[in-house]
């Protein structure tokens, strides 16, 4: 029987950051520090590696293990946060290749969700007006 105990644990952060319905309120990057530091995730800030002139107002990087990673980004624009969400997904898309991916997309709103499973990785972009929250970690999989 297999087991997604780290994909479940961020499917659940990302619930409690996203709510459920079609229009939704981004969070900011202190709550979202704020929470992930509650679900025990180490956080890092990362926006000084990032150029305020183009628009990055806030990156945090969050990780349970070295090979876990969620970054969450604001950006000045929503439409800054539409390109990104874009071009992470292509990315996605590309590094999947011609797999057997299971993946799901969905755009409503202010909103934007895309996630994967191939070649034994997890894969999550999804925007939400002016930010974005991007995963990608290998799946543990566990056997009785």
Not at 114 to 132: L, P, W
């Amino acid at each position: 029987m297999r087991k997604f105990s780290l994909i479940i644990s961020t499917v659940l952060i990302f619930a409690m950051l996203s709510g459920c319905q079609a229009s939704r309120t981004a969070v900011d990057a202190d709550t979202f520090w704020a929470k992930a530091e509650e679900a025990g995730y180490t956080l890092y800030d990362a926006t000084s590696n990032y150029s305020a002139d183009k628009g990055v107002e806030a990156v945090l990087a969050a990780s349970i293990s070295s090979s876990y990673d969620i970054k969450f980004e604001v950006v000045s624009t929503i439409e800054q946060a539409i390109a990104a969400y874009e071009e992470n997904k292509a990315d996605f898309e590309d590094l999947i290749g011609s797999s057997t991916a299971n993946y799901s997309s969905v755009s409503v709103g202010n909103y934007s969700y895309y996630k994967a499973t191939a070649n034994k990785r997890y894969y999550v972009i999804s925007r939400t007006s002016n930010t974005f929250v991007f995963i990608m970690h290998p799946m543990i999989i566990k056997t009785k």
